[in-house]
């Protein structure tokens, strides 16, 4: 079985910053992509940043946030500066891993979310 734990959410005023981290455990043989959706109240998940390799971001974050990994430690984190109230959502991180060897499927795990509050 494989879990991912997220951390470092919570309350924070306009303009400041973040670190969200995420690690994965458990039956790991291989991590593909790791990234981050984030869900505000009453809207649909969004992507909002993936590391594959090289690194994506949706446009409404690129240029403040910052997706990183440690793969030593099978984890992603996510740098988020000049936060905005729009900002505020439960954010999910997500990872394609193998877990069993390099012929076995690639399943996408989820994390249980974290809420990032940005107030005004």
């Known amino acids: 079985q494989v879990q991912l734990v997220e951390s470092g959410g919570g309350l924070v005023q306009a303009g400041g910053s973040l670190r969200l981290s995420c690690a994965a455990s458990g039956s790991i043989f291989s991590i593909n992509a790791m990234g981050w959706y984030r869900q505000a109240p009453g809207k649909q998940r969004e992507w909002v940043a993936t590391?594959?390799?090289?690194?994506n971001y949706a446009d409404s974050v690129k240029g403040r946030f910052t997706i990183s990994r440690d793969n030593t430690k099978n984890t992603v984190y996510l740098q988020m500066n000049s936060l905005k109230p729009e900002d505020t959502a439960i954010y999910y991180c997500n990872a394609d891993i193998r877990s069993s060897d390099r012929y076995s499927a690639v399943n996408r795990y989820w994390g249980q979310g974290t809420q990032v509050t940005v107030s005004s």
């Open positions: 590391s594959a390799g090289n690194t």
